[in-house]
């Protein structure tokens, strides 16, 4: 039975979703996660207790404790588990990564220097450290301007100024963010400065591709079809295939292929985020990993090793034991996803509408995530979605205006919540 390494975090749905991929294609799973070591065993998964804000010491562990046993491959889920599963495949000789490829993908300032030593467009940017009085530096990127914390991902404390007061503002606001105890307990120097950097007009576009031995296989090309202009970023709405024309998914394509290079990406899987405008393509990021939370739904593919549907999560599984379909196609000619935006702040209580909504044409799923009793915190604080929108149809038409229809049928009760200030 052929087996992989699966580092990610304890919780999540992802994690799950990979787990029972592979369990589904009679792979063994070992799985890496940042439970507790002091509890015996809580998920009965037997999974193997590692700090990913000790990355060196996890590779260590994983690797001593898997030394004498057969692993095929190694999958990584999240951005902080990428570097423990590329210091421990390099540990393990598995093909994955390069652990400095790795480090630049989740440090935005470093990515930037190495897209513009390889001939990318890069915005004027700079960073700036925490402790940085902002009324000093106010303006040094022009207006309007973008600051992003380093290291966080999913548009997380990432702010559009367009003035020096809204500057100032932005500035605190995400120094509050990166000093709260959930990220400084990390101790990692990308929580202790912001990015900063011009405005980049246009439309986004995400790629989502595999990289086998410096190579890049592209799965699919997403259009972003909501305006993202601040002053925050929050993503909803991704469907494939692009309805842009053949030289501008070329343009994607290519400069996709030179932000990899230029990072140094090997074999894995990756998400690429960019804006294009009459200027060409700019790279926002490129990730070591797949795309997150459920969205991986949107994507199923038939291929040569069976008749059925393949799911992104059994490909990326079957790629890392080396068993990659030979040639790919996409299931339904179109698909889509949306990530339902929490409404505002509160404590959720309940959404109406979900069966309307499933009953929508078009729409193949919907998949609440927030949780009885669960406070809900949206951009730029918070760090995730109230659930999950999944369609599909003749064309990419179709399946935004699936989603959008069936968006418009939930409705959310969110109760207000109180601080508790210490007296």
């Known amino acids: ?10 919780t999540g749905y992802q994690t799950r979703s990979f787990a029972n991929a592979a369990r589904g294609r009679g ?29 060196e010491r996890a590779a260590e562990i994983l690797s001593a404790i898997l030394s004498d046993e057969v692993v095929d491959g190694i999958v990584a889920v999240a951005d902080r588990p990428t570097l423990v599963a590329a210091l421990t495949a390099q540990k393990l000789g598995l093909p994955f990564h390069p652990p400095k490829a790795v480090e630049a993908c989740r440090d935005k ?3 930037r ?5 390889a001939g990318l467009a890069v915005p004027r940017n700079f960073r700036a450290a925490l402790d940085t009085d902002p009324r000093e530096i106010a303006g040094a990127a022009g207006f309007p301007c973008v600051l992003k914390p380093l290291g966080l991902s999913a548009s997380r404390g990432v702010i559009r100024a367009n003035n020096p007061a809204e500057f100032i503002a932005a500035f605190e606001r995400i120094r509050r963010i990166l000093e709260q105890p959930e990220i400084q307990q990390f101790h990692e120097d990308l929580h202790r400065a912001i990015q900063i950097e011009e405005y980049i007009e246009g439309r986004e576009f995400a790629l989502e591709g595999l990289m086998t031995r410096g190579k890049l296989d592209v799965l699919a090309i997403f259009d972003k079809p909501d305006p993202l202009e601040g002053p925050f970023f929050e993503e909803t709405i991704y469907v ?10 070329g343009a994607i394509v290519e400069t996709t292929r030179k932000g990899v290079r230029a990072l140094g990406l090997y074999h894995g899987p990756i998400h690429a985020e960019m804006r ?15 795309i997150g939370g459920l969205c991986a739904r949107a994507l199923r593919f038939e291929g040569s090793l069976t008749l059925k549907e393949i799911s992104l999560e059994d490909l990326i599984i079957l790629h890392a034991i080396g068993e990659m379909p030979e040639s790919l196609v996409a299931a339904p000619p179109a698909s889509g996803v949306m990530m339902i935006p929490i409404p505002g702040m509160g404590i959720y209580e309940s959404v109406s509408g979900v069966e309307s909504a499933r009953n929508t044409a078009g729409i193949d799923d919907v998949v609440i995530t927030a949780k009885q009793g669960q406070r809900l915190v949206p951009l730029p604080e918070g760090a995730s979605y109230a659930g999950f929108l999944f369609a599909s149809g003749a064309d990419p038409a179709s399946v935004e205006d699936a989603l959008r229809k069936a968006h418009s049928q939930l409705k959310f009760e969110i109760f207000a919540s109180l601080d508790i200030l210490a007296v």
């Open 27 to 55: 792979i063994d799973v070992t799985l890496a996660t940042d439970r507790c070591h002091v509890l015996e065993d809580p998920w009965q998964d037997r999974a193997i207790p590692v700090r990913f804000e000790e990355p």
């Open 240 to 249: 494939t295939p692009s309805r842009e024309s053949d030289a501008m998914q």
């Open 1 to 10: 039975m052929p087996r992989i390494l699966l580092v990610a975090a304890t």
């Open 276 to 290: 294009v405008n009459a200027e060409g393509v700019y790279m926002l990021e490129i990730a070591a990993r797949p």
């Open 109 to 111: 300032h470093r990515m």
């Open 113 to 117: 220097e190495l897209f513009a030593a």
